[in-house]
T-cell receptor, first 117, second 110 residues
Framework: DTEVTQTPKHLVMGMTNKKSLKCEQH?????MYWYKQKAKKPPELMFV???????INESVPSRFSPECPNSSLLNLHLHALQPEDSALYLC????????????????FGEGSRLTVL | SQKIEQNSEALNIQEGKTATLTCNYT??????LQWYRQDPGRGPVFLLL?????KEKRKERLKVTFDTTLKQSLFHITASQPADSATYLC?????????FGSGTKLNVKP
């Protein structure tokens, strides 16, 4: 199984709502990532988890709150978002950080398309 | 921080020709560089990795070169097919982070 599964695929929320994006992988990968991508822009790194601990936070606003309940799951909790937060949110995993244990390949999910009204 | 430039204009080529995409970076030479393919509304898919001490890598119809002096990577698709039409992203690994270019859209016409 070489898949990263993200749910939901689409999410529409108001600025006062609380919602969560979920990501799951069963490849035994120890690094997991959240990226944000706007149209015609590159994926922008938000968070990196390594061995279930948050190792990188790219100065993301606190209205985005990541959580890694176990080595297979990664959540992104959303609260009080702004319309400019509308984007494709991509989850990715890799065997380890960097080239440790392999090619450093990032496996991406299909993304969750978020619209904030 | 690392700045990565890919040709923002779409590249239109005829089927059967070789497509060449460019990735230029400023500042730090990355430990390694990857190329990904992204289709509309989908997550990127890994294609190739090249390390800083490698000049060239090949995989089937794909070839990547890496010139740390020019701070540039070239990505070639030979015998291109309409199914190769997609956006191609380069990604550089520095300081425990991947930095992505904005991608070049390739259109292969039959």
């Amino acid at each position: 199984d070489t898949e990263v599964t993200q749910t939901p695929k689409h999410l529409v929320m108001g600025m006062t709502n609380k919602k969560s994006l979920k990501c799951e992988q069963h490849m035994g990968h120890r690094a997991m990532y959240w990226y944000k991508q706007k149209a015609k822009k590159p994926p922008e790194l938000m968070f990196v988890y390594s061995y279930e601990k948050l190792s990188i936070n790219e100065s993301v606003p606190s209205r985005f709150s990541p959580e890694c309940p176990n080595s297979s799951l990664l959540n992104l909790h959303l609260h009080a978002l702004q319309p400019e937060d509308s984007a494709l949110y991509l989850c990715a995993s890799s065997r380890d950080k960097g080239l440790a244990g392999g090619s450093g390949e990032l496996f991406f999910g299909e993304g969750s398309r978020l619209t904030v009204l | 921080s690392q700045k990565i430039e890919q040709n923002s204009e779409a590249l239109n080529i005829q089927e059967g020709k070789t497509a060449t995409l460019t990735c230029n970076y400023t500042n730090y030479s990355p430990a390694y560089l990857q190329w990904y393919r992204q289709d509309p509304g989908r997550g990127p898919v890994f294609l190739l990795l090249i390390r800083e001490n490698e000049k060239e890598k090949r995989k089937e119809r794909l070839k990547v070169t890496f010139d740390t002096t020019l701070k540039q990577s070239l990505f070639h698709i030979t015998a291109s097919q309409p199914a190769d039409s997609a956006t191609y992203l380069c990604a550089l690994y520095n300081f425990n982070k991947f930095y992505f270019g904005s991608g070049t859209k390739l259109n292969v016409k039959p």
